[in-house]
């Protein structure tokens, strides 16, 4: 087992930042896929970014690419979301995820999630 704990969302507005992080504790996260969904009102959750636990190679969504970067801590068992430039569209709540298989892209391929944390953007 894994669990996940989100924090360091918030209100802000267009242009600014906010850094989430992921509390990771339970099972070793070797191995794993960590990664960040959102989602929006009325929306699916959707892939935001990934990283690769052990060897840190990344991947982002189009939408967010040049504005966020994913990275983690190994030492203390935490994964970061560094939101830049931060626009309206962009306002959902926030999920850590971790996936153990060889798929990452869909939420379905993940087996632990935490309890989300909300971001909002006013324009």
């Known amino acids: 087992q894994v669990q996940l704990v989100e924090s360091g969302g918030g209100l802000v507005q267009a242009g600014d930042s906010l850094r989430l992080s992921c509390a990771a504790s339970?099972?070793?996260?070797?191995?794993?896929?960590m990664a960040w969904f959102r989602q929006a009102p009325g929306k699916e959750r959707a892939f935001v970014a990934r990283?690769?636990?052990?060897?840190?190679?990344?991947v982002y969504a189009d939408s967010v690419k040049g504005r966020f970067t994913i990275s983690r801590d190994t030492a203390n068992n935490t994964v970061y979301l560094q939101m830049n430039n931060l626009k309206p569209e962009d306002t959902a709540v926030y999920y850590c995820?971790?996936?153990?298989?060889?798929?990452?892209?869909?939420?379905?391929?993940?087996?632990?999630w935490g309890q989300g944390t909300q971001a909002t953007v006013s324009s």
């Open positions: 995820a971790a996936s153990f298989g060889p798929r990452w892209y869909k939420s379905s391929d993940y087996n632990y």
């Open positions: 339970g099972r070793t996260c070797i191995g794993s896929i």
């Open positions: 990283i690769h636990w052990s060897g840190g190679t990344t």
